[in-house]
């Protein structure tokens, strides 16, 4: 965000919007901690791999290589992260993937699984007082399984009237949403901390958006936040708890 662009972000914030607004939530990184748990597994496997001739940062970019292509392939989520894992040390190692290396590296993949999901700072609370005022909707991207699962696991789920687990977050996907729910475009805002998943393309389909910005946004969700069009909105927040504020 440059400080040219601030101030158009923040100008139409000055009033709580009316009630019967629809809010499309992301899910990971926005209500519940998720990508942290990767860069820890990352972090694990490359200092495992410990190669001789590449550094760190070579392996974590050929990592993100690995793991667009298997996306492109098998989509989202655990299954197709240990796809990659394994696709990377099979391609940066001479040495050929044993039984006891192989279960080594789904360990780190199972690391990932047995974390807790806790709701965000303030994000239990603020839902359960948006949800009286708005239709919230859940959409997300990823495995449908894992992320009903997390869903039912943060103790959010009673707050959302639907929830969707897309293929992909695109500019297609929102308005297919917006028609399939019958959204008005401008009652419609769409919320997470991904620029390329969450802001950028509901934008492109007419929605307006709420950026809350991550720490840790995975590396292949980052994207420049585009400026709104003419009659859009586009708030960036510091924390989940300010929606109330505007909503």
Request: with cysteine.
């Amino acid at each position: 965000m440059t400080a040219d662009s601030a101030p158009e972000r923040q100008q139409h914030i000055q009033t709580r919007q009316p009630r019967g607004q629809t809010l499309l939530f992301d899910a990971d990184d926005t209500l519940w901690e998720n990508n942290i748990y990767f860069e820890r597994a990352i972090a694990a496997f490359i200092s495992y791999l410990d190669h001789r001739t590449h550094t760190p940062e070579e392996v974590r970019a050929h990592l993100n290589r690995v793991e667009h292509a298997t996306i492109a392939a098998h989509g989202y989520g655990l299954k197709s992260f240990r796809r990659s894992l394994v696709a990377c040390f099979e391609q940066l190692t001479d040495a050929p993937i044993t039984a006891e290396k192989h279960a080594r590296i789904l360990r780190f993949v199972e690391s990932i699984a047995e974390h807790e999901i806790e709701p965000l700072a303030g994000v239990a609370a603020t839902l359960a007082e948006l949800a009286t005022r708005h239709r919230c909707l859940l959409v997300t991207k990823g495995d449908p399984e894992e992320q009903r699962d997390k869903l039912a696991r943060s103790g959010l789920a009673a707050h959302f009237f639907a929830v969707e687990v897309l293929p992909e977050k695109n500019a297609a996907a929102y308005r297919a949403l917006a028609a399939q729910y019958t959204c008005d475009p401008a009652r419609t805002w769409m919320i997470g901390n991904s620029p390329k998943s969450d802001i950028n393309p509901a934008l492109a389909a007419g929605l307006h958006a709420v950026f809350l910005p991550h720490d840790f946004t995975w590396v292949l969700e980052e994207e420049a936040v585009r400026g709104p069009a003419t009659g859009q909105h586009l708030l960036e927040l510091a924390a989940f708890a300010d929606l109330i504020r505007h909503f």
